[in-house]
Structures are given as C-alpha cells and as structure tokens.
C-alpha cells in the first residue's frame, strides 16, 4: 500500500488540487493524509479533485478557525476502517488491509506549535496506541525533531526532542530512511530549514515490509515537502546470493558442489561462461538445500516426538538399552538442528547479543529487518535531481566506479634522473628465483629454540631434528 502525507497550508487552492492529484496519479497512491486543511466545519469543500474519478472514502476534521484541520482519503478496495477516533491535533482510522487480511492503524497527526501541548499529544497518541490491537502508522506534520541535526538555521531544544523521542520509544516506533531529501520543511524566505514531517510505524510493520521505502518529493505549491510510504520494492534484479556456513557443516554438501563445478559446460566467452555457471550453480544448490530443509524438518520433528513418547513410556517402566540409546541419537539430532539454526542467526545478524547466543527472537528480527531497511537503496540523487529508476541507478554506479579505477594519464612521466641506485638484470632476476633448499637451511639455523612456535608444539628445534624428512616438502 502507498501513502501520501503532505501538508498543504489549505486546500482551497486550485493549483494545490491539481498538484495533489498528479502525484497520486503518478505514484499509485492508496491512501492520502492531508494536514492544515483550514476548513472549518461549515465548510463545504468537494475532496473528489484530489482523488479524480475513482472511488475513495473521507474522514476530516474541521479547523478551529483557520488553524489546522485534517483530512484523509483512501482507496476502499485497499482498506476497509472500522472505526474513526478524531481530535483537533490528530485522526485515527482504525481497520484493516482485506487483500492481506492485516489488521492496520493509520494516524495522521498535525502537532501543535506549543511544546507543551505537543507533550500532552505524546501521551494520548501513546495510550491510543497501547489500547488498539494491529499494526501502526503514524504520518504527517510533527513539528518536532529528533536532533539537532534535522533543524538548519532554526532553534533546537533538547528538551523537547527528548519528549519526542521518548514517545517514540515508548510506543515501540521506528522509521524507515528518508530519501529524495534531508528536511521537510522551509520557511517563506528560505534560510530555515527543518525535517517535522515523518512516517513513523511499528517493529511489526516494519518486520513485514522491511524493504519499503520513504521519498521526500519535490515541494511546488507548498512549503512543506510531500511525503511518499511505498512498502512496493524497486527492482533491481537478482538479489545476492548468500551461503551460509552451516552449509559446510551438512554432509556430502562440499563434494556435491564440487561435482557440480565438474560437470558444468558451456561454450562461449569465459567471462559469460563465469557468470552463467554462477548462476546455474546458485540455482543448483537452492534446490538441494530446499530439499535438505524438508528433510531436516521431518527429522527435527519426528525426533522431538520420539523423545517424548520415550520420556512418557519411562514414567511407566525402565527404558532398556535400545531405548536409552535412541533417546540419545534423538537428542543429538535436535540439538545439531538448533545449533545450525543459531549458526545461521549469528550470520545474518551482526549484534553483540546473537553472538553471545541470545535468543530474543523479538529483537533479533528487529534488528535484521533495521539493517535490510538501512542497507537498502532506494534512489540516488544524481545531478540534483533524486532518481529511484533501477536501471539509472545501476549505470550511476557503475560510471561513479568506472572513473574511479580508471588510468587518468594515458601516458605516464618516464623518470630521467641520473645517479639513482638501480638493480642490474641479474639482481632483477634473483628476486623472483625461488629459495634453495641451502637458503631455507640456514634462515631455520638462525633461530634459536622456540622463537616461532607452531601449532600443537611444532617449532623449528623438530624441524632441525628431523631435517632430512623435510628436505622433500621444500624441493
């Protein structure tokens, strides 16, 4: 689902309409969060200019005055709300997404000016979320930042970041990366900036879409920058394939790979035929280890149901030697499961508790799904203009690359000073003639005793002893 939250300092601008309603065309827009609509509840505004033709559901609530006002349009098809909770400062529309049968919360807040009463908004946004069951996401205009480095120009108290960043880690929010832009906002003459709009949404969402996206559009008829929620990913092709070292562990796996290398052929280029054998061999080993996983499940499974049909049968009588012995080997086959999945957690997340075998499978997916999000790239500002085209950004990077591995002087000075010591052919050539057995001889008869040890106690006093039988390994 794609969500659009854009403050428009009113709405009764034909330009803001037209505006509006051709990034929604543009960008397949689901849901639209508008803040400071200045429509009061007299007003009488048709909202179908934004959304066009097509059929969408409102919910607003009116300014007081020509201060705030809120308003929210979505597509029906995509989501279905049960019920609405309204306030002069915010708009929940609880519900759900049918095509996925998700349970979804979608909050579009217009903060207050006033610290104190965005204060007193943190704490009734964090009991509404305490008491509402699904997913959330919080979007639109909060004026607040979260540090120092999201204002430009523009006072920073510490103090109210603080509030918010407490609320925000209190309701168990995160936020994906923002692209397109560093700050959301400018002021009338330009020389203010600051990052008060945002997309904030829960651990769960972002566990389910942890490749979504977040763009700060161009801003045209508004002082503050649109704001895009795409959970849709770009393509940029195959994704890496990554193989883990528990693989390595699995018997017969390292033969069969290396019987696959063997019996791979191909006719063509060898760069082509490089990547051709990658690419069959990535899918060769998938389907092995596809097939593994089957395996080992069922093995896992019957395993554990096997233990405790054992420990069941031992509460009526004594388990002979058969028995103790299968117990056993069913023991072993857990426990070398579990280990090749904590082998497995511990490669794909870098965090200090995995490696010391924490097992919070909570936090553990936090942090993978953080780092998918952080590490993913979706747009490129190239020549100031932000561009998330796979294509472009591929031939970006590799031109970005190209220049820098590539030779600036076609020709390079040749050095003609005089009297600069130099090696002769002979001595050129002495240096990459490889040592004698005599050579080798005597650099281990100029150490003295245990100086460079080896492993398990072999040091170069059991090399002198037994000179003669390594003469061979050298030669």
Not at 85 to 93: G, N, P, S
Request: charged residues 25%.
């Amino acid at each position: 689902m794609n969500c659009l939250s854009v403050n428009l300092r009113g709405v009764r601008d034909s330009r803001k309409v037209d505006w509006v309603r051709g990034i929604l065309t543009s960008y397949g827009v689901h849901f639209l969060a508008i803040q400071e609509t200045k429509l009061g509840p007299s007003a009488n505004f048709m909202f179908n200019g934004f959304w066009g033709r097509s059929a969408f559901n409102l919910e607003i609530v009116s300014a007081e005055g020509r201060s705030g006002g809120l308003a929210c349009l979505w597509n029906p098809g995509m989501f279905v709300c049960d019920y609405v909770i309204k306030d002069r400062q915010f708009l929940v529309l609880s519900g759900s997404l049918p095509q996925l049968g998700v349970k979804i919360n979608l909050v579009n807040v217009y903060a207050s000016n006033d610290a104190a009463v965005r204060r007193l908004l943190w704490d009734r946004l964090l009991g509404i979320k305490n008491s509402i069951q699904g997913l959330w996401v919080f979007m639109g205009d909060f004026n607040e930042v979260r540090e120092e480095s999201e204002r430009f120009n523009s006072e920073f108290s510490a103090s109210n970041a603080e509030s918010f960043n407490q609320f925000i880690l209190s309701a168990g929010l995160t936020e994906y990366q923002m692209g397109g832009g560093r700050f959301t906002y400018i002021s009338d003459r330009g020389d203010k900036l600051s990052k008060l709009d945002r997309f904030l949404v829960c651990l769960g969402f972002m566990e389910k879409w942890p490749t979504a996206s977040v763009l700060a559009l161009n801003r045209e008829v508004s002082d503050h920058r649109p704001l895009m929620l795409t959970t849709t990913p770009s393509d940029f092709g195959h994704i890496p394939f990554r193989c883990f070292n528990s693989w390595m562990e699995i018997p017969g796996f390292l033969d069969l790979v290396k019987h696959w290398c063997i019996e791979f052929s191909f006719n063509g280029p060898a760069d082509l035929a490089l990547s051709v054998k990658l690419r069959w061999l990535k899918n060769k080993i998938k389907a092995w280890i596809k097939e593994e996983r089957v395996r080992t499940v069922g093995i896992y499974l019957s395993s554990k149901n096997r233990i405790s049909n054992l420990e069941k049968l031992a509460e009526t009588r004594t388990l002979d030697v058969r028995e103790l012995s299968e117990r056993a080997e069913c023991i072993n086959n857990v426990l070398e499961v579990d280990r090749r999945k904590l082998l497995d957690s511990r490669q794909k997340s870098r965090a200090r508790w995995a490696l010391e075998g924490d097992e919070n499978s909570a936090f553990f997916h936090n942090i993978i799904n953080s780092n998918i999000s952080n590490n993913r790239i979706n747009g490129l500002m190239i020549d100031g203009v932000w561009c998330s085209d796979p294509v472009v950004i591929k031939e970006a990077f590799f031109d970005f690359f190209s220049k820098q591995f590539t030779e600036p002087l076609n020709v390079r000075p040749s050095i003609s000073s005089l009297g600069l010591a130099s090696l002769s052919a002979v001595e050129a050539d002495a240096i990459i003639q490889p040592f004698s057995v005599t050579e080798i001889k005597e650099a281990i008869w100029e150490c003295v005793g245990d100086r460079a040890p080896g492993p398990d106690g072999f040091n170069f006093k059991f090399i002198k002893r037994n000179w003669d039988s390594f003469q061979g390994d050298f030669i």
